[in-house]
C-alpha cells in the first residue's frame, strides 16, 4: 500500500494556480525528497496532504484512505514552515499541549524520548522564543515526531540546522525509515537530500515534472571523467570524435567525458596525441546538478 | 516509550480537546489579566464614583452615582440601557473583556501557528469549536463570579447600601440576574470565536468585530438580565445561550472546515 497516493490535486489561490493537476505516489517506507524551486508548490501540496488547507479538486489519499480521515490524520506528525508553537510557553509546555492534542498516555515519557531523540534534553524548560533557529527546527522535529506518527511530513527541516543538527536528522529519519515510518521532506539543501532519500518527485509550476527511485536516479546521473590540458581546446575537440560527448564546464574550467576509465581517457590523448593532463578525477552527476540542469531544460 | 496517537470517538476527541483548552487557560498569562481585571474594576468603578463624585457637563446637574452595591450588577425593571454613570460602568462591561478574550485566546492558535499540529491531526473541526466554547465560558462564569465579589468588596469600600429591596429587586431576582447574566456570555463568546475564526491571524480584525458587534448588543443586555430577573430571564438566557452558540458554532466550524487553515 501506498502511504501518499494524489491524484489531479489543484488549488488555485484567487487567479493562481499553486498546484496544477499534481499526481505523486509515496511508497510506505520511503524517504521521499520533494524538490522544487521556491513557489513551486511544495508547500502548499504539503499543506493540502495534512489538511491545513482544502484542494480545489482532485483526490489525496493516506494509507488508502482519504485524507480527511480521522484515523489516518491522527497518524501524521508535521513540520511545516515553522514548528507550531507558543513563543512565551517553555519548549515542555508547548509539547504537552500536543501530547494532550494526540491523546497519549504516557506523555512525559514520550516528550523526553522525542526530546533525546533530537538531542534537546536541555532544552525543556527554555522558553520557546529564547531558543535559537537550530533549536527551534530540531524541537519542530520532536514536535511531529511525537505519537510515533505512521507519515512525517517535513518541509525545509534542515534549514539553520547546523552540521551536527543535519547528521542527527539524517540518522533519525533512516531508523524511522527502517522502521516503516514513511518521510515527505521537501528541501533544497539536495546534497544532503541525496543521502537520505529512497524516492524523488521534483516539482515545477505546480506539475510533477518527474517521479523516480534513487536507483532511477542513480541511473539517469552517469559518472564523468573532468580533466584539464596544457591545450584545452584541442583536447575537447579530439574527446569529442572519440567518445561521442565532452562538455566544457564552464564554472570549474575542465573538460567533462561521459561513461569512461580516466586511466583510459589520459593514455589516449597522450599516447596518440602528445596531449599531457594535468589533473584528473572521476565524479558523478550530483542530484543538485541534475535537478539544475532538469529546471534548465524546462526553461528552454 | 513509544506509543502511537488514539484516534478514539467523538467524546474521547473532545475530551483530549478540552485537556489541551484547560491547560492552554491555566498557561495563559491573558487568563490571570483578565481575571484579575474582573476582581479589581468594580472595586475601582465604586470606590472611585463614590468618592470623587461629578456633575453632568451638560445639564449642570450633579451627576448620578452609585448609591447601591447593587447597581453595579445591574438595574431594576428591564429597560433599556440609559446613558448614566450607573447604566455605563457594571458588570455589563465585562461582555467586552470576554469578548477580547475570546479572540486572544483563538487568535494566538492562528498566529503562534498551533493550528498546523492541531488540525494536521484532528479532522473534525467541530471538536475545536465545541471546547474552546466549553472553556472560554467556564472562564467568563469565573470573570462574571469575581467582578461579583469585587462589587461586594468595592462596596463595602465605598460605604454603599447593600440593601436589596431599596434598588427594587429581591435576593433571589439577584441570583437569577447573574445567571442570567453568565449564561447571556455565550452569546458573546460564539460571536466573538466566529469572528475569531474569520480573522485567523489578524487578531485586530477579530478584536474590532466583536467589539462592533458587542456595542448592537449592549442596549440588550439590562432587558436580558435585569437585577429582578425572574424565571422567565433565567429560562431565556440558559436556553437562548447554548442555542446560540450551537448556531453560531456550526458556522465557525463551517468556516473553519472550508477555508485555509494557515
Redesign the interface.
Known amino acids: 500500500m501506498n502511504a501518499i497516493e494524489i491524484r489531479n490535486l489543484t488549488k488555485t489561490f484567487r487567479e493562481k494556480r499553486a498546484v496544477d493537476g499534481l499526481s505523486m505516489t509515496v511508497p510506505q517506507g520511503a524517504i521521499y525528497g520533494f524538490i522544487g524551486e521556491n513557489g513551486s508548490g511544495k508547500s502548499t501540496t504539503e499543506k493540502l496532504i495534512c489538511g491545513l488547507i482544502q484542494p480545489s479538486g482532485g483526490e489525496i489519499k493516506l494509507f488508502g484512505k482519504d485524507h480527511r480521515d480521522q484515523g489516518v490524520r491522527s497518524q501524521i506528525g508535521v513540520l511545516i514552515e515553522a514548528p507550531g508553537c507558543f513563543p512565551n510557553y517553555t519548549v515542555w509546555n508547548n509539547m504537552k499541549l500536543q501530547a494532550a492534542n494526540l491523546g497519549l498516555k504516557h506523555e512525559d515519557e514520550e516528550i523526553r524520548r522525542v526530546l533525546h531523540l533530537v538531542r534537546m534534553d536541555g532544552a525543556a524548560s527554555n522558553k520557546f522564543k529564547n531558543c535559537s533557529l537550530g533549536m527551534k527546527q530540531r524541537i519542530g522535529i520532536a514536535f511531529a515526531l511525537l505519537g510515533n506518527p505512521a507519515l512525517l511530513v517535513l518541509d525545509e527541516p534542515i534549514n539553520g540546522l547546523d552540521a551536527d543538527g543535519m547528521r542527527i536528522m539524517r540518522e533519525i529519519l533512516l531508523g524511522l525509515s527502517r522502521r516503516g515510518t514513511t518521510v515527505l521532506i521537501s528541501s533544497h539543501i539536495l546534497g544532503e537530500l541525496e543521502k537520505i532519500a529512497t524516492h524523488y518527485g521534483i516539482i515545477r509550476n505546480g506539475k510533477m515534472l518527474r517521479e523516480m527511485t534513487a536507483e532511477e536516479l542513480n541511473a539517469n546521473c552517469p559518472t564523468y571523467v573532468a580533466l584539464k590540458t596544457d591545450d584545452m581546446e584541442k583536447a575537447q575537440a579530439i574527446l569529442q570524435r572519440a567518445f561521442g560527448r565532452a562538455d566544457m564546464d564552464k564554472q570549474t574550467g575542465e573538460i567533462r567525458v561521459y561513461n569512461v576509465y580516466a586511466e583510459d581517457v589520459a593514455k589516449y590523448l597522450f599516447g596518440n596525441f602528445g596531449i599531457a593532463v594535468s589533473e584528473i578525477r572521476t565524479a558523478k552527476i550530483s542530484l543538485e546538478e541534475y535537478y539544475i540542469n532538469l529546471m534548465q531544460e524546462g526553461r528552454k | 516509550?513509544?506509543?502511537?496517537?488514539?484516534?478514539?470517538d467523538f467524546g474521547?476527541?473532545l475530551k483530549?480537546?478540552l485537556?489541551?483548552d484547560a491547560?492552554?487557560m491555566f498557561?495563559m498569562?491573558a487568563v490571570y489579566i483578565m481575571l484579575a481585571i474582573s476582581l479589581v474594576l468594580p472595586v475601582l468603578i465604586l470606590v472611585m464614583t463614590s468618592f470623587i463624585g461629578g456633575a453632568d457637563p451638560t445639564t449642570g446637574e450633579a451627576a448620578a452615582t452609585f448609591t447601591s452595591v447593587w447597581q453595579a450588577i445591574g438595574s431594576a425593571g428591564g429597560n433599556a440601557m440609559s446613558m448614566d454613570i450607573t447604566s455605563m460602568c457594571n458588570i455589563n462591561l465585562l461582555y467586552f473583556l470576554v469578548a477580547i478574550f475570546v479572540c486572544l485566546f483563538v487568535g494566538?492558535d492562528f498566529r503562534?501557528?498551533?493550528?498546523?499540529?492541531?488540525?494536521?491531526?484532528?479532522?473534525?473541526k467541530l471538536d475545536y469549536v465545541l471546547s474552546k466554547t466549553i472553556v472560554l465560558f467556564a472562564a467568563s462564569a469565573g470573570m462574571f463570579l469575581l467582578y461579583f465579589i469585587g462589587a461586594m468588596i468595592g462596596g463595602g469600600i465605598a460605604g454603599l447600601s447593600f440593601d436589596v429591596a431599596a434598588v427594587g429587586a429581591s435576593a433571589g431576582g439577584i441570583v437569577a440576574c447573574m445567571i442570567s447574566k453568565v449564561f447571556f456570555a455565550l452569546v458573546f463568546v460564539s460571536i466573538a470565536l466566529t469572528l475569531a475564526t474569520v480573522g485567523k491571524q489578524k487578531l485586530w480584525l477579530s478584536i474590532l468585530g466583536s467589539l462592533a458587534a458587542g456595542m448592537l448588543l449592549f442596549t440588550m443586555i439590562p432587558m436580558m438580565t435585569p437585577l429582578n430577573a425572574g424565571a422567565l430571564n433565567v429560562i431565556l438566557c440558559v436556553l437562548g445561550g447554548p442555542i446560540f452558540a450551537a448556531g453560531l458554532g456550526t458556522v465557525s466550524n463551517v468556516i473553519l472546515?472550508?477555508?485555509?487553515?494557515?
Open positions: 516509550m513509544n506509543e502511537n496517537v488514539k484516534t478514539g474521547k476527541r483530549t480537546m485537556k489541551v491547560r492552554r498557561t498569562p494566538d503562534s501557528g498551533y493550528v498546523k499540529n492541531l488540525f494536521t491531526v484532528r479532522s473534525k472546515s472550508k477555508t485555509s487553515l494557515v
